[in-house]
């Protein structure tokens, strides 16, 4: 199994410019999480997915993130306009149906807003 | 609401030697699952060792260890022989009856050789 897979690796934008950052889960988990990770404020959760229903935003900072799940092998987490304050870590996990305690984080994105 | 005290920032540990890296946590749930994730230079968050409340025996994975103390509500990780490869961040976490977990700020662990 590949594990869960995020694209860029690293991201390098320009204050203003739209971010999109992905994340490709573990085949058969029907649980999605995306994560900020700052050294500030540790790993917050930013939006929980359930079966590509979005259960639980309230971590998303504002309506600048937004994040979709258009079927069970692909999520995206946008932000537009980016901003210098968003620069952090940002992780995908997914996690197995029926196995409600354990999490598979992808290797993140290192998002830069310059 | 729950919460995750991680009190060491870092800890240094010689290779060969044992390390305690120490979590306290807060809940008033009864059932619950408490985790340890490490996370190396590569960012990659990797699972540990994981314990359910409802479960007395200490978890053993290899040369990690806890010693899950509920009453306390602690819940520290050991590392027996330390190798240059555990060097790394460790995050405690904490999951009770929703999906939410909930990430202590981590401490980092140095291994000197």
């Known amino acids: 199994d590949a594990g869960v897979i995020q694209s860029p690796r690293h991201e390098v934008t320009e204050m203003g410019q739209e971010v999109t950052l992905r994340c490709k889960p573990i085949?058969?988990?029907?649980?999605l999480f995306w994560y900020r990770q700052t050294m500030m404020r540790g790993l917050e959760l930013l939006i929980y997915f359930n079966n590509n229903v979005p259960i639980d935003d309230s971590g998303m900072p504002e309506d600048r993130f937004s994040a979709k799940m258009p079927n069970a092998s692909f999520s995206t987490l946008k932000i537009q306009p980016s901003e210098p304050r968003d620069s952090a870590v940002y992780f995908c996990?997914?996690?197995?149906?029926?196995?409600?305690?354990?999490?598979?984080f992808g290797a993140g994105t290192r998002l830069s807003v310059l | 609401a729950q919460t995750v005290t991680q009190s060491q920032p870092e800890m240094s540990v010689q290779e060969a030697e044992t390390v305690t890296l120490s979590c306290t946590y807060d809940?008033?749930?009864?059932?619950?699952?408490l985790f340890w994730y490490k996370q190396p230079p590569s960012r990659q968050m990797i699972l540990v060792i994981r314990?359910?409340?409802?479960?007395?025996q200490n978890a053993t994975e290899n040369r990690f260890s806890v010693n899950f103390q509920k009453a306390a509500k602690s819940f520290s990780l050991k590392i027996s022989d330390s190798q240059l490869g555990d060097a790394a961040m460790y995050f405690c976490a904490y999951r009770g009856g929703t999906y939410k977990y909930i990430f202590g700020t981590g401490t980092r662990l140095k291994v000197l050789a």
């Open positions: 085949s058969g988990h029907n649980s």
């Open positions: 996990a997914s996690r197995p149906s029926g196995a409600k305690n354990i999490q598979y």
């Open positions: 809940t008033s749930e009864s059932d619950y699952y």
């Open positions: 314990q359910e409340a409802y479960k007395q």
